[in-house]
């Protein structure tokens, strides 16, 4: 079947930095998206990744492995207004969102 | 970047009635649209995918009597829940895609069934 793993729900500091973790087992690969979604809107794009290493935006960067099934989102810089849900989803061999649960993110001053 | 609107933002209706949502990629041509529905604290579930001029595939588990999907242009694309229950109630977004990756939301219509 298809899974992608991420933690339920992690907190952090604001002005700190943070890493969210995603796995994912899915039947073909075209590519790993994240997404942030506050409660009650819809999820906004922050980054994709089809190739391996790291892509940097900001205070946001991703990061890509695909041997190991794995990605990370780093969030830096922390600010009140980034705790949200953060979703990870893989576009799989037909080309269809494989979504995550998604992250709760929490910040605190 | 592409913008994908949606209509209704928020919705609330009778038991028992229809209602539809439309959805629009305003500056591209969206050859595919995704509806999916949230609920309170779950992840998005994709509901059915569709293609402009053909009939939508719908995902296991969603009746397609009860969730009509029309995407008769490459614009737009409707969802009507017919015979809306409590159980309905929900975020329903969708999404439009030009190329084959990137898929871009709609900022999600908000249904309450009373």
């Known amino acids: 079947g298809q899974n992608i793993d991420q933690p339920t729900e992690m907190t952090a500091t604001e002005g700190a930095i943070v890493q969210i973790n995603c796995t994912y087992q899915t039947s073909g690969f075209n590519g790993l998206f994240w997404y942030q979604q506050h409660a009650g809107e819809a999820p906004t794009f922050l980054s994709y990744?089809?190739l391996d290493g790291l892509e940097e935006k900001g205070r946001f960067s991703s990061f890509l492995s695909r041997s190991k099934g794995y990605s990370y989102l780093l969030l830096k810089e922390l600010q009140m207004k980034d705790s949200a849900s953060y979703l990870c989803a893989v576009t799989d061999s037909n080309y269809q969102l494989i979504w995550g649960a998604g992250t709760k993110l929490i910040i605190k001053p | 970047g592409a913008v994908v609107s949606q209509h209704p933002s928020r919705v609330i209706c009778k038991s028992g009635t229809s209602v539809k949502i439309e959805c629009r990629s305003l500056?591209?041509?969206?050859?595919?649209m995704f509806w999916y529905r949230q609920f309170p604290k779950q992840s998005l579930m994709l509901m059915a995918t569709s293609n402009e001029g053909s009939k939508a595939t719908y995902e296991q588990g969603v009746e397609k009597d009860k969730f009509l999907i029309n995407h008769a242009s490459l614009t737009l694309s409707t969802l009507t829940v017919t015979s809306a229950h409590p159980e309905d109630s929900s975020f329903y977004i969708c999404s439009a895609r030009e190329v084959e990756v990137e898929q871009f939301f709609g900022p999600g219509t908000r249904l309450t069934v009373l």
């Open positions: 990744n089809v």
């Open positions: 500056d591209f041509q969206a050859t595919t």
